[in-house]
């Protein structure tokens, strides 16, 4: 079982910065792909972010650019610098852990942290 706590949140003017952070419980998580995911307001939760174990990394196109997702291995942390921010990028973030294991997929989420971008 993993625990996942977002922290890092809150409201900040467009063009703005800021970084979100998840620390997650657990003594493997250096071989977890975590990943950023969002959900605005009447929209599906999407992929911003992910980096697997090895370190490879891919972002959707809306924040390519923009965002930098990290992982202290050490510190069982995962980080989401998010710069230059915009309006839509208002939405609810999500910390993800995902590990395949021979016989299951594991896969969980933290509870979110509310980011919103507004003058």
């Known amino acids: 079982q993993v625990q996942l706590v977002e922290s890092g949140g809150g409201l900040v003017q467009p063009g703005g910065s800021l970084r979100l952070s998840c620390a997650a419980s657990?003594?493997?998580?250096?071989?977890?792909?975590m990943g950023w995911y969002r959900q605005a307001p009447g929209k599906q939760r999407e992929l911003v972010t992910r980096?697997?174990?090895?370190?490879?990394?891919n972002y959707a196109d809306s924040v390519k650019g923009r965002f930098t997702i990290s992982r202290d291995n050490a510190k069982n942390t995962v980080y989401l610098e998010m710069n230059s921010l915009k309006a839509e990028d208002t939405a609810v973030y999500y910390c993800?852990?995902?590990?395949?294991?021979?016989?299951?997929?594991?896969?969980?989420w933290g509870q979110g942290t509310q980011v919103t971008v507004s003058s």
């Open positions: 657990g003594s493997i998580f250096s071989r977890y792909v």
């Open positions: 993800n852990a995902q590990y395949s294991a021979p016989l299951a997929l594991y896969n969980y």
């Open positions: 980096i697997t174990s090895g370190g490879s990394i």
